[in-house]
């Protein structure tokens, strides 16, 4: 059995059912969302486990590939059991590569924010905890950390959460695909129990709350 699915059977023996984060509604707009006219840009979001995360913005218009994988540490430990252990500075996060004329960096923060994830948890997410769970955009350029870093004193002055956002803002230094097995995961998983409580809801959200920018069929890595 997957370490995450073991790990989240003990949780439910502990805790009872887990619920998905009650964000899920439409936030505001950006204030200041430059505009980019290259044919492709590339964010890299963290916000708990990689699978839902992958899985929600397969789902977004725009968005030409997704991966999984961990940014924050280091290549040499870039690795499934040794992220786990929380000793390699990484976070689970994933590599969105989309297409900034059919829909903007700060648009992809709206569907963070807002559905993908709960920005107000430090170091966690539902059922796992540690800070490789935890909430950091990885800017790909001073713009969209300038970007970000205001979208998110936007939020916080409009106590758009209520609690504070936890999310962190810094430089990418560096990306790595996560194993083979974890890539698509969610959509080739669906009945897992972790994917349907914690992540099928995000999907769900993204489509309800956001039906301009869902798109029914996944880009997936495993067609590419």
């Known amino acids: 059995m997957n370490s995450r699915v073991a790990l989240f059977f003990a949780f439910l023996q502990l805790s009872g059912p887990a619920l998905a984060a009650e964000i899920n509604e439409p936030i505001p707009a950006p204030a200041a969302d430059?505009?980019?006219k290259a044919a492709t840009?590339?964010?890299?979001?963290?916000?708990?486990?990689?699978?839902?995360?992958?899985?929600?913005?397969?789902?977004?218009?725009?968005?030409?590939?997704?991966?999984?994988?961990?940014?924050?540490?280091?290549?040499?430990?870039?690795?499934?059991?040794?992220?786990?252990?929380?000793?390699?500075?990484?976070?689970?996060?994933?590599?969105i590569t989309f297409d900034p004329n059919v829909i903007s960096?700060?648009?992809?923060?709206?569907?963070?924010?807002?559905?993908?994830?709960?920005?107000?948890?430090?170091?966690?997410?539902?059922?796992?905890?540690?800070?490789?769970?935890?909430?950091?955009?990885?800017?790909?350029?001073?713009?969209?950390?300038?970007?970000?870093?205001?979208?998110?004193?936007?939020?916080?002055?409009?106590?758009?959460?209520?609690?504070p956002i936890v999310t962190k803002v810094e430089p990418l230094k560096g990306f790595y695909p996560a194993e083979d097995y974890h890539q698509d995961y969610l959509a080739r998983n669906p009945d897992v129990p972790y994917i349907r409580i914690n992540d099928l809801p995000k999907i769900q959200a993204l489509r309800r709350v956001w039906p301009q920018y869902w798109r029914a069929d996944p880009v997936l890595l495993a067609r590419r």
């Open 34 to 36: 430059p505009a980019n």
């Open 41 to 95: 840009e590339v964010a890299v979001l963290a916000g708990g486990c990689f699978w839902g995360q992958q899985g929600v913005f397969e789902h977004v218009k725009g968005v030409k590939k997704v991966v999984a994988g961990y940014s924050g540490g280091s290549a040499a430990t870039a690795h499934y059991e040794l992220v786990g252990s929380e000793t390699t500075g990484h976070a689970e996060a994933v590599q």
């Open 105 to 163: 960096f700060g648009t992809l923060l709206r569907i963070y924010f807002s559905v993908a994830h709960d920005p107000t948890q430090l170091n966690r997410q539902g059922p796992d905890r540690g800070s490789s769970y935890r909430s950091e955009i990885f800017a790909t350029s001073p713009v969209q950390a300038g970007t970000a870093r205001a979208y998110i004193a936007q939020l916080q002055a409009a106590k758009t959460f209520g609690p």
